[in-house]
């Protein structure tokens, strides 16, 4: 299973999210430190109700604790962009 997979699977135990894409972006980090261990880094748009009134900060505390058990073997970093259905339209 790649890390993508791995990463999207891990964010659907926590979430339903109405969308989900996780963008594998390793290739454009090659050589840098960080990628010696192995973990890659990701793009994560996730849309779900359950980032109703919350802020940014919260959000990403939410998508890093579900993703946690990635870090570091799989994930290096990770960008996030998590919003609610209302605000994807």
């Not at 964010?11 to 261990?37: C, N, R």
């Amino acid at each position: 299973m790649s890390g993508a997979e791995q990463v999207k699977d891990a964010l659907k135990k926590t979430f339903s999210p109405t969308h989900l894409e996780v963008i594998d972006e390793s290739h454009l980090h090659a050589g840098h430190e960080g990628a010696k261990s192995g973990g890659g880094h990701y793009v994560v748009h996730i849309v779900d109700e359950a980032f109703v009134g919350k802020n940014r900060v919260q959000r990403h505390r939410m998508v890093n604790e579900a993703t946690q058990g990635l870090f570091p073997a799989v994930i290096h970093a990770l960008s996030i962009k998590a919003q609610t259905p209302d605000e994807s339209l």
